[in-house]
């Protein structure tokens, strides 16, 4: 089982920059595929950005492509996003999850969830 906590949410302006990290607790972060989740006020909780166990794969959502970019750092138990060129529909609440099974880009097949960080941009 792994425990997971995300930081570096916030208020940004449009055209500006957040890094968020997800520290994980609990034996084995360097076999779990981790991704990157969001969740808009009424709307579905949708796929940002994914990367395997290893690193050597990543999967992201076409709206974030080429300003986000999704890491690892096996060393640290930790897992960031980083978010540049921010615009006011990248606010949502920003999860990190966790899945041991499937390289995934789909929500249903991740078992362990963060709490969830906010992230605000204001145009």
């Known amino acids: 089982q792994v425990q997971l906590v995300e930081s570096g949410g916030g208020l940004v302006q449009a055209g500006g920059s957040l890094r968020l990290s997800c520290a994980a607790s609990?034996?084995?972060?360097?076999?779990?595929?981790m991704g990157w989740f969001r969740q808009a006020p009424g709307k579905q909780r949708e796929l940002v950005a994914a990367?395997?166990?290893?690193?050597?794969?990543?999967n992201y959502a076409d709206s974030v492509k080429g300003r986000f970019t999704i890491s690892r750092d096996n060393a640290k138990n930790t897992v960031y996003l980083q978010m540049n060129s921010l615009a006011p529909e990248d606010t949502a609440v920003y999860y990190c999850a966790a899945e041991r099974i499937y390289y995934s880009v789909n929500s249903r097949d991740y078992d362990y969830w963060g709490q969830g960080t906010q992230v605000t941009v204001s145009s």
């Open positions: 990367i395997s166990s290893g690193g050597s794969a990543t």
């Open positions: 609990g034996r084995y972060f360097s076999s779990y595929n």
